[in-house]
């Protein structure tokens, strides 16, 4: 019963590294989504994506990029890892079709100096 | 566009007291609402939700919140809280389209002293 489960917890990275951090569901979800959480703001969206090959960019897209191969995987890329992207990562599914009860993974805590 | 606002960004309150957190949301449509809670060092875990039907919803751990159209408003609420209770409550809203996105308010940090 995994669930969502993101991969690693936690990364610091420097300045100009590119990372990416791992999302897999085992719910058979079509719809996933990476949110970004910073203290005093909520979570933001950066990408989502409705099935496998298709990607959206959301409210926060700036620095990142996404791939949907296959409908359990949906990994955020880093390429050019800046400050402003120290923050708590989110990925989330859903079923889709009109069920809008979002599932989370842990999240991955990132640090970039 | 679409926005969601708590108006308390951290509560203290004594266990037995009673809770109530504000949340007001900015869209006249059909609205989908939801709080979710995180422990701390945990993952997002649903609370309630709100499609349709009955203003007044009931969710896990004793947690009840009320739709009030007129209002904007969909306020959370638990008659006595407990030190396990801890914790970080979002309002969210589905946003608009059939994407299943959600729009989160700041969040509020309740902290529960034993």
């Known amino acids: 019963n995994a669930g969502v489960t993101q991969t690693p917890k936690f990364r610091i990275l420097k300045i100009g590294q590119s990372m990416t951090l791992q999302c897999t569901q085992d719910?058979?979800?079509?719809?996933m989504y990476w949110y970004r959480q910073d203290p005093g703001m909520g979570l933001k969206l950066i990408y989502y994506s409705v099935g496998a090959g298709i990607t959206d960019k959301g409210e926060v897209p700036n620095g990142y990029n996404v791939s949907r191969s296959t409908t359990e995987d949906f990994p955020l890329r880093l390429e050019l890892a800046a400050p402003s992207q120290t923050s708590v990562y989110f990925c989330?599914?859903?079923?889709?079709?009109?069920?809008?009860?979002?599932?989370f993974g842990q999240g991955t805590r990132l640090t970039v100096v | 566009a679409q926005s969601v606002s708590q108006h308390n960004h951290h509560v203290i309150l004594s266990e037995a007291a009673s809770l109530e957190l504000g949340c007001n949301y900015s869209y006249g449509g059909t609205v989908n609402l939801f709080w979710y809670v995180q422990y701390p060092g945990q993952h997002l875990q649903l609370l309630l939700k709100y499609f349709s039907g009955d203003p007044l919803v009931k969710g896990i751990k004793g947690f009840e919140a009320e739709f009030i159209k007129s209002k904007f408003s969909f306020n959370l609420r638990k008659p006595s809280v407990q030190w396990s209770d801890t914790a970080e409550y979002f309002c969210a809203v589905k946003g608009s389209g059939n994407t299943g996105k959600l729009i989160f308010g700041q969040g509020t940090t309740l902290q529960v002293k034993p």
């Open positions: 989330a599914s859903n079923l889709g079709q009109g069920h809008t009860e979002a599932f």
């Open positions: 719910m058979n979800h079509n719809y």
